[in-house]
């Protein structure tokens, strides 16, 4: 398409010479323009990436990817009803817990959290919590008296390894002065740390016979959490599930999608809509092509009328100022990706850097969920967002390049 003729003026455009070099510099804000643009956009939908996959891998790990509840609050014969769902195909793990609220209670802290009575092997399975244990041991993980928490409300309360910690429950027993509420106390066995801020500072783990006491359930659970082997396709599973138990009245199955899918629904628009807002700035940098193309087409009026003279066609000069925005559109491109992926791939060392230099916290995890900042390069996104600056930088170079070819060299000459 473009003959060594083309190539040979188009390059002598873009190199300024003495007198034209205004010309050059808002071709180069241009290339500056297109550049940032693209790396903006595939550093903020990398991030958006990495912050939706960080939180439903975190939220589904501890909360499984669907859980049968009880219609009456509680499950009996939930051994029975747990090997049943893991006969179904895609089910990974069921287990029987125990889930209330309770005030955590030790010297001067109290806060509210988030009780759970599980299983050891219930708790090995999950893996968000047994493969980030930071203190302790799953094998201390017996008796009436034993629990495991976050490695937040460790800090915040300071509890270590053998510690106790108060739960009071204030559903407690009816007595002629009023309800008294559960209290008890328990020794800490072991400290996760989950990765995310609330979990790690809400969530504490008793073992199920000791849930049960606190609670008063003897023999029931309140829930059968169920991981499966994609999370992403759980409906069919929930289906299969239903099929399975038909007929049982004491149970409805909720999955992920219908307990969080606000919340990952409004992570989507989120992402989709600062896709857009970013892509203006590629859109601003395209006009800034049309402008700078349109001060050389004005500029080389005189050039473009002599080489017509000589025998260049309309196509010719056409090519030759496409090659011209076609280059700083091009090199932008490629400039912004480059800068784009390297810095999602060093994205967290560019954090520490930047709080070592100014000393501030730039990703608080107690605002933002996370305790690091992720990042997820998605090459088909990667891809779209060069193929989108490229299109765009075309289209920015057509009307000036028509332009000049529209120009007649008569009419030029005769005021030169």
Known sequence: MFGPFERAVAGRYLRARKGERFVSVIAIFSLVGIALGVATLI?????????????MGRILGLNGDLSLFGVARTIGDYDDLAATVRQVPGVVTATPLIEGQALLNSGSYNAGGMVRGMSMQGLRDLHEVSDSLVAGSLDKFVGNDAIIIGVTLA???????GSKITLISPNGAATPFGTMPRIRAYHVVGIFDAGMNDYNLGYVFLPLAAAQIYFEMPAQVTQIQVMTRDPTNVRPVRQAIEQAIVG????????WTQSNNAFFG??????????????????????NVISSLIMMVKDKTGDIAVLRTIGATRGAIMRIFLMCGASVGVTGTAIGTAIGIVFCLNIERIRRFLQSLTGTNLFNPEIYYLERLPAKLVWPQVFEVIGMALVLSLLATLYPSWRAARTDPVEALRHE
Not at 155 to 161: H, I, P
Not at 248 to 255: A, Y
Not at 266 to 287: D, G, K, M, P
């Open 266 to 287: 409004a992570v989507q628009v989120e992402q989709n809509v600062l896709f857009l807002i970013l892509t203006l700035i590629v859109l601003v940098a395209a006009f």
């Open 43 to 55: 550093i903020v939908m990398s991030v958006m990436n990495g912050f939706k996959a960080d939180l």
């Open 155 to 161: 800090e915040r309360a300071g509890l270590s390894v």
């Open 248 to 255: 049982d009245p004491r149970v409805r199955v909720l999955d």
